[in-house]
């Protein structure tokens, strides 16, 4: 699994297909990939990661505070297209994506897991639609999160 982690003032996304839209203040914009390896153990590790990562400013300034501890939302949004492979030629190759039915199944367990084990504020967009994602980054700050090495999301 892997989520690019951006620190937002307000993020939001729209359907236009459907007329769905979601947004978000304060907190964070997420972009979440699934592996086609990926399971139940990488989306609890990650929610957990997210969930902790000390990203927000403390009274000092530094970057001492989690989503949790400032009450911010998250804005998450299903991305396969990081798990794009572009070493090779000029068409990236997305052979290590999650089937559609793990990708959904497991994006939709991170978000319940970010709203029921770290009662945290989640809006979503819609999986496998083509949405217009918008944000603003505060920062700005933006960071990789992803089990990297052998892969054990037991740390």
């Known amino acids: 699994m892997i989520a690019l982690v951006q620190r937002v003032s307000q993020a939001s996304v729209a359907v236009t297909a459907t007329g769905y839209h979601a947004a978000t ?21 990650i929610a957990s990661k ?3 990562l000390r990203i927000f400013r403390d009274d000092e300034g530094r970057m001492n505070r989690s989503v949790q501890d400032v009450s911010g939302e998250i804005l ?4 396969f297209t990081l798990l794009g492979d ?24 991170v978000a319940e897991l970010l709203r029921d084990e770290h009662h945290l ?3 979503t ?17 933006t960071l990789i999160v992803e089990l ?7 740390g």
């Not at 304060?26 to 990926?38: A, E, F, K, Q, T």
């Not at 990297?148 to 037991?154: C, E, I, K, L, V």
């Open 25 to 45: 203040g304060h907190g964070l914009c997420i972009l979440l990939g699934v592996r086609d390896d990926d399971t139940d153990a990488e989306a609890k590790w």
């Open 50 to 52: 997210i969930a902790h």
């Open 76 to 79: 998450l949004v299903s991305q």
């Open 86 to 109: 572009c070493r090779r030629g000029h068409r990236p190759s997305y052979s290590k994506a999650a089937s559609p039915e793990l990708g959904e199944r497991l994006y939709e367990h």
């Open 121 to 123: 504020i989640v809006k």
């Open 125 to 141: 967009g819609v999986f496998g639609a083509m949405m217009d994602v918008s944000l603003t980054n505060d920062g700005p700050v």
């Open 148 to 154: 990297t090495g052998n892969r054990s999301a037991d």
